[in-house]
């Protein structure tokens, strides 16, 4: 197994694991958050509860939209129904076979 440093970039504080022999490069590990507490399972368990609240709002959103527009659409049916009660039925039109 080969020896190896874990260097940090004080910038983006991404995580390099170096082989000291060749000097290359085996793994990077960005970090999961912007402002990490350091453990990554931490990290990991914040950002997934972070997820969770952003979906639940999105499906509020989109239920209040639903809503919204089941709300639309009824009363537009209301209207043309209404409408259609009071002109009574359409006229059959004429057909070809009843010229004859």
């Known amino acids: 197994m080969y020896e190896t440093i874990k260097v940090t970039c004080p910038c983006c504080k991404t995580i390099l694991i170096v082989d000291r022999k060749e000097g290359k490069i085996l793994e ?43 709300a639309k659409l009824d009363k537009i049916f209301e209207e043309e129904l209404k409408r259609a009660k009071e002109e009574g039925p359409p006229e059959k039109p004429l057909r070809p076979i009843d010229l004859d």
Request: hydrophobic share 25%; no cysteine.
């Open 28 to 70: 990077e590990r960005r970090p999961i958050l912007e402002e990490s507490s350091g453990d990554r399972f931490q990290d990991a368990m914040k950002k997934v509860r972070g997820q969770k609240e952003f979906i639940e709002s999105k499906v509020q959103d989109t239920k209040k939209r639903m809503q919204d527009r089941k």
